[in-house]
């Protein structure tokens, strides 16, 4: 969302690359900060603290008093690398269309060998594309273990379908973007990834709204943690800028996390490999959500691609997170082109995959294919919401007279059991959450931040009525969604109880030159605010990771000169348990902080807290770059 205008910046400071080190905009303190012991870790955390370097980086300015800093950058250069396919121009019925942003709202920028590819042709003759980007080898990272379709159309089935058509709502209205954050059914139970929305522990289930019920995560007796282990940035191939390392899980014995055409599972105490799992080419896209049995799903690329070959995201794998393998890799047609896939995620049983040409599914257990696309279809399943219910988001009609079918579906037949169709015009929805069912958007790019959201649209997915819609501008709100690619990446809220978190933007605290923010909740029957509100406390700025049971995880990004925490919000008082504080130490904060919840990959589990990057870049720069980094306290 918008920052607020910062007050003038000291000059002096080291060149900052673009997407890695400190936060730029930050000025450096109106003094020394008393060194702090070093933190155990790895290469280039252990440093002892350096006067005037390592504090958050600023461009060249006059002179002024000193300022917390903002929000930092994303780790790395926004917009598609590996396995983020590109949006389409305009084809047959559609006019041209303007380049569509990337992630975050960035423009896409694409690689030496990331033009369009020529794929298959997607509704109404729009082209297919390849991904941008070049192919990398393979890798191990080093470790240093250290403490329906609307009327019919668009979904192929074995057996004839009864399409079931819910009542729909005709109002002009507008889509929310958000997170998932309830446990899912019986073969989904788990929400222990974070790609970019959940961020939990296999556990972390809905609570009841204003309660502590069910809540796990318990207060240590020392909260201060300590640096388990980091995984280094994996190195990117020469010529190549950017790559995709999206996905992220927790089991009860593993953290596993996406490498460069690899899944590597870690031990989640000592950070030693477990497993490996080698891919034929590089993760395109990672389903947040697993099995009870801790099965989760990802789509990859058949190949490493070359310059003259970048290949296709045509790969849905299963993978299997305690035993370190993939179960079965499956592909989907549109006509007798292989469909290039955005999205995938998981829900009763079931693995639901879409793109721009429509969408596809199987079942867990078999790999057996559910449904796919029809060629003759004039809408298409772009993508799905998965956990506790599966919800399609299915579009109709040509370029700017879009029109979003938000349809909650039998995740085994692919009926259709109610649907809600938004105004026209809005061409991308994400789904925050299927149950309760919220969705976001930015309606008429309103939001002018490049965050993806200006509204979100709280559904009955039981009649396929909007309950309430809540503004959600901006200059007020700190939210961010992609909905483009991905769908369920959202970061800056959760969703439990019937009830939304949100963070505010950050703004001027009471003490000269600080910042903060809150969490306010809105009621997703009423749409009105509750009066709840969770400070982040001077020089301190907070965000919602997910629920845990009726409270809310949250992180606060610390001032220049302490570590990140990880608190407990009581879901009826809303009184604050902090679980977590990192060190201190320079090198650790500021390898912490390129890797912050509007950008990195966060989960948070049982004392255990894992941060990792969403892309690799050959930037140069003289600190350490982590894919990983793994605190813990007791």
């Not at 809540?215 to 990117?236: G, I, N, R, T």
């Not at 950017?242 to 490498?259: F, I, P, Q, R």
């Amino acid at each position: 969302m918008t920052q607020p205008p910062q007050p003038p910046q000291p000059p002096q400071q080291p060149p900052q690359q673009p997407g890695f080190g400190p936060p730029q905009g930050a000025a450096q303190p109106p003094a020394q900060p008393p060194q702090q012991p070093p933190a155990p870790g790895g290469p280039g955390l252990h440093k002892a603290p350096e006067p005037g370097y390592g504090y958050p980086q600023v461009p060249q300015s006059p002179p002024a008093a000193p300022a917390t800093p903002p929000t930092p950058p994303p780790s790395a250069p926004q917009g598609p690398g590996y396995g983020y396919p590109q949006q389409p121009p305009g084809g047959y019925g559609y006019p041209g269309q303007p380049q569509q942003p990337g992630p975050y709202g960035q423009p896409q920028q694409p690689g030496p060998y990331g033009q369009p590819q020529p794929q298959q042709p997607g509704p109404y003759g729009q082209p297919g594309y390849g991904q941008p980007g070049y192919g990398y080898p393979q890798a191990t990272m080093p470790m240093q273990p250290q403490p329906g379709q609307p009327g019919g159309g668009g979904r192929k089935f074995g057996a004839p379908l009864v399409i079931i058509v819910a009542a729909v709502v005709v109002i002009a209205l507008i889509v929310g973007g958000g997170v998932w954050y309830a446990s899912s059914g019986k073969d989904d139970d788990k929400n222990n990834s974070a790609d970019s929305g959940d961020k939990g522990s296999k556990d972390a289930k809905n609570g009841d709204g204003g309660t502590t019920a069910g809540a796990e995560e318990k207060a240590p007796a020392d909260p201060d943690s300590k640096l388990l282990f980091q995984v280094p940035a994996p190195k990117v191939p020469k010529g190549v800028s950017t790559v995709v390392t999206s996905g992220s899980w927790l089991t009860d014995t593993v953290y596993a996390k996406s490498g460069i055409a690899e899944i590597v599972g870690y031990d989640r105490d000592k950070g030693t490999e477990k497993w490996t799992i080698d891919l034929p080419g590089p993760v395109c896209a990672a389903s947040r959500h697993s099995t009870e049995d801790n099965k989760t799903a990802i789509v990859y690329k058949p190949a490493m691609p070359t310059e003259e070959d970048p290949q296709s995201c045509t790969q849905v794998g299963l993978i299997d997170l305690e035993a370190g393998k993939e179960l079965w890799s499956k592909s989907a047609k549109t006509g007798t082109m292989p469909i290039n896939f955005n999205n995938v995620t998981l829900s009763g049983g079931t693995v639901a995959a879409g793109s721009s040409s429509g969408g596809a599914a199987w079942e867990i257990a078999s790999g057996e294919q559910l449904w796919a696309p029809k060629t003759s279809d004039s809408c298409y399943d772009s993508g799905y919401g998965g956990g506790e219910k599966l919800v399609a988001v299915r579009k109709c009609g040509s370029y700017e007279q879009r029109q979003l079918h938000i349809q909650t579906i039998d995740p085994k037949s692919g009926k259709v059991i109610t649907e809600y169709k938004m105004d026209e015009g809005i061409e991308y929805a994400a789904v925050v959450s299927t149950d309760p069912l919220v969705v976001a958007a930015d309606v008429g790019d309103s939001a002018g931040d490049g965050s993806g959201v200006s509204d979100f649209f709280s559904v009955d997915n039981k009649t396929g009525k909007l309950r309430t819609r809540i503004s959600a501008p901006g200059d007020e709100y700190e939210v961010r969604c992609d909905a483009i690619y991905k769908l369920e990446n959202c970061s800056g809220l959760a969703v439990g109880g019937d009830r939304l978190y949100i963070a505010t933007e950050e703004h001027e605290g009471t003490g000269e030159y600080s910042r903060t923010n809150e969490i306010v909740t809105f009621d997703l029957s009423t749409g009105k605010q509750t009066g709840q509100r969770a400070d982040a406390g001077e020089d301190y700025t907070i965000t919602p990771l997910r629920m845990d049971g009726g409270n809310v995880l949250a992180y606060k990004r610390g001032p220049y000169d302490k570590g990140g925490q990880v608190v407990s919000i009581d879901g009826g008082s809303f009184k604050q348990t902090k679980l977590m504080e990192n060190p201190a130490t320079e090198s650790v904060r500021d390898a912490e902080r390129r890797l912050l919840p509007d950008s990195a990959e966060i989960l948070f589990s049982q004392g255990r807290l894992y941060m990792s990057d969403v892309y690799a870049s050959d930037f140069s720069t003289s600190e350490e770059q982590y894919l990983v980094l793994a605190f813990g306290t007791g």
